[in-house]
């Protein structure tokens, strides 16, 4: 099975344009009495099927960056665009509509709900869309077998090894069939091993079509990515070798 099975959407969206495109983007934040600067001018420009990971210390404003790309936050000023949409001007419908379409997410702690099976937290994320019952089901098993888990789909997560319960997170991202995955820490309480699985699998997915933008604290991770991004007080830095 390759991506062509679950390959990304276009949505209107021209394929040779960059996928996502900042300029001078801050996002502050009240804080009691004082104004926290989070992004100070972010100037960035994503193409279609890139790796990118972000690194940079706690506080530089890497979880922010990575909301305003996710479609939820928007930027206190500044121009965001995913393809041709501002996404600082976008209704909140059409955010919606983005996070259900265009973008999917991979967290540090894998966030599968305890009591459904791999394929039901898989089809959990097929929820805003009108789809059939046998296409839904369809997806969820293209994408487990994607993921490498197709003899796993009724399988709770505590059946699970971390890697697989990973997996799932991933299958349950691109069963939407998005254009953008944004992954935030998401080896982070992997082993060495579970670790290099996990790139591997993402690498294949960025290979096949889908952009991955991932957060990381994990240098052995942001060497696999075709570009690399520093994020501190506020400002983005490409550090690519």
């Known amino acids: 099975m390759t991506i062509a099975d679950i390959a990304p959407t ?7 344009a960059p996928i996502y495109r900042a300029q ?9 009495a004082r104004t926290v600067k989070a992004l100070t001018g972010v100037d960035l420009t994503i193409d279609p099927g890139e790796f990118v990971t ?6 530089g404003g890497k979880s922010t960056l990575l909301q305003l790309l996710g479609a939820l936050d ?9 393809g041709d949409i501002e996404l600082a ?3 909140a419908r059409e ?3 983005i996070r ?9 702690g894998f966030n599968l709900i305890p009591t459904l099976t791999a394929a039901e937290n898989v089809n959990m994320a097929l929820e805003p869309a009108s789809l059939s019952r046998a296409e839904r089901s369809a997806r969820v098993a293209q994408a487990l077998a994607h993921v490498g888990l197709d003899d796993r789909g009724d399988h709770l997560p505590t059946e699970l090894s971390g890697g697989q319960q990973q997996r799932v997170a991933i299958a349950r991202a691109i069963v939407k069939r998005p254009r953008v995955l944004l992954a935030d820490e998401p080896t982070g309480n992997l082993d060495e091993s579970m670790r290099d699985e996990i790139l591997t699998l993402l690498e294949g997915l960025c290979a096949e079509g889908i952009t991955m933008i ?6 052995a991770v942001a060497r696999r990515a075709t570009r690399r991004l520093r994020l501190a007080k506020g400002t983005v830095q490409d550090i690519t070798r």
């Open 10 to 16: 276009a949505n209107g969206m021209d394929a040779a």
């Open 24 to 32: 001078s983007v801050t996002r502050t934040y009240r804080q009691k």
């Open 54 to 59: 972000i690194q940079g210390p706690t506080g």
């Open 74 to 82: 928007k930027p206190s000023s500044g121009s965001l665009k995913l």
């Open 89 to 91: 001007s976008a209704s």
């Open 95 to 97: 955010l919606t509509r």
């Open 100 to 108: 259900a379409q265009e973008i999917g997410f991979v967290f540090q």
């Open 214 to 219: 991932v957060v990381t604290h994990d240098s």
